[in-house]
Nanobody, 125 residues
Framework: QVTLVESGGGLVQPGGSLRLACTGSGHMFSRYTVAWFRQSPGKGRDFVALFTWRLRGTYYADSVKGRFTISRDGARNTVYLQMNSLKPEDTAIYYC??????????????????WGQGTQVTVSS
């Protein structure tokens, strides 16, 4: 059993930055692939980025490449999403998700069985 807690959302102006954090607790969390998804009103949950447990690989949606960076602090059981050059279209609820093992192909929300509560990110002037 894994519990995920997100933090770091808020209101930011276009071009600004935010850092989200996802802290996991539970047995052998280091062997979980962790991803960030986002959901806008009336839309499905879209893949943003993931960090694989085995090779520490990072993968991004095309819409955020070059602007967002996912990283992991094993000592703190925390995965971060650094978001730079934010755009109004980045506005959404951001969720972190985890699955035991997993790999770079895990970009669908259906492939994850543990979820955080979500944190709101609003990009607006």
């Amino acid at each position: 059993q894994v519990t995920l807690v997100e933090s770091g959302g808020g209101l930011v102006q276009p071009g600004g930055s935010l850092r989200l954090a996802c802290t996991g607790s539970g047995h052998m969390f280091s062997r979980y692939t962790v991803a960030w998804f986002r959901q806008s009103p009336g839309k499905g949950r879209d893949f943003v980025a993931l960090f694989t447990w085995r090779l520490r690989g990072t993968y991004y949606a095309d819409s955020v490449k070059g602007r967002f960076t996912i990283s992991r602090d094993g000592a703190r059981n925390t995965v971060y999403l650094q978001m730079n050059s934010l755009k109004p279209e980045d506005t959404a609820i951001y969720y972190c998700a985890a699955v035991a093992y997993g790999d770079s192909a895990y970009t669908s929300p259906d492939q994850y069985n543990y979820w955080g509560q979500g944190t709101q990110v609003t990009v607006s002037s």
